[in-house]
């Protein structure tokens, strides 16, 4: 289904096909391998909901590899006129894009998207279901921590902790990792980290301090408020693959945690905390960082901490998909 030069998800990737993006994205983090020019193509950013580091950095990764890109967001498109994401997609790629690079905040509109067109996309993002690209980086991150050139992460076993169940992050990671071999843990009030996440293949676990000095990283994630009472963490209109993108506009949030403070007493990773944890364990966080809620700003910025390693490793890890995505398009396979 789609073009295979799309990137929709980890979830189902060969361990092949994962370490060959990654082997990639680490020959250019690490300036070993070239990548191929792509100077006659465009890349169109379709993003329907906030981001900074994403958008940018997919917009700096497709300048470095000489294409051109043209951004289209909610804020200034005809999707706030109620065109739906089908039809906005099919305009973008009408008007000559190589690749649409696609954030939404319908859950699956990666697929959505990805069926209406012919050109490869790249999901930067789709409600709750996968934001692949941020999987990678997460992955080349903790391989590059532990020295696994090989990307084998067997042995090495990281907990997920806080609001995973808003999180496409955290399903492209656990789904990334335990491809690689990892253990992961899912930590958090039940609300946030359901028993059901062990079909994942993780396990889940609710008690943060038995936990923190067990594992060789720990990997928090924001508190997704906006998703809160959100169903599907699907826009105002609904669907998956519909247009309708600001999903915080008409709801309020429903109250998965008590308080922010009873919130970072059970699973905020305070220094405390982070003081507990093994010799050379590491901290990683996607971002946006809530500071003071799920991780104490000196933790963010402690010498176990990853989370600018992260953000620089995404442009590597996206030039390595733009690029995968443009020569398939090439005829060069996937
Ligand atoms: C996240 C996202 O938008 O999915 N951030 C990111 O892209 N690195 C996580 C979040 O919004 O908390």
Known sequence: MGHPGSLLQLRGMSEEALRGLLGRA???????GQAAKQEEKLVACVFLEDSTRTRVSFAVAAGRLGAR????????????????????????????????????????????????????????????????????????????????????????????????????VARSAIAGM???????????????????????????????????????AVMMLRVQFERHGNGDGHGAHGKAGEGGQDARADRPPAAPIGSVREFRAGYGLTAERAARMREGAVVMHPGPMNRGLE????????????????????????????????????????
Request: aromatic letters at 2%; proline letters at 2%; hydrophobic letters at 40%.
């Open 26 to 32: 680490r020959e250019i983090a690490t300036g070993t």
């Open 69 to 168: 890109v043209v951004e289209v967001q909610s804020s200034n498109s005809s999707v706030r006129k109620g065109e739906s994401l089908a039809d906005t997609v099919r305009t973008v790629e009408s008007l000559g894009a190589d690749a649409i690079v696609l954030r939404a905040s319908g859950s699956g509109s990666s697929h959505a998207a990805a069926r209406a067109v012919g050109v490869p996309v790249i999901n930067a993002g789709d409600g709750r279901h996968e934001h692949p690209t941020q999987g990678l980086i997460d992955c080349l991150t903790l391989c590059e921590a532990k020295g696994r050139e090989d990307f084998d992460l067997r042995g090495v076993r990281i907990a997920i902790v806080g609001d995973v169940v808003s999180s496409r």
């Open 178 to 216: 335990t491809a690689l071999g990892a253990g992961v843990v899912c930590v958090g009030p039940a609300t946030m980290a359901p028993d059901g996440l062990a079909a994942l293949g993780c396990e889940v676990s609710r008690d943060f301090d038995a936990v923190v000095g067990d594992v060789d």
């Open 295 to 334: 991780i104490d700003g000196e933790v963010a910025d402690g010498a176990r901490s990853l989370v600018r390693r992260q953000v620089a490793l995404g442009v590597a890890v996206r030039m390595a998909v733009i690029g995968r995505a443009l020569q398939s398009k090439a005829g060069a396979g996937t």
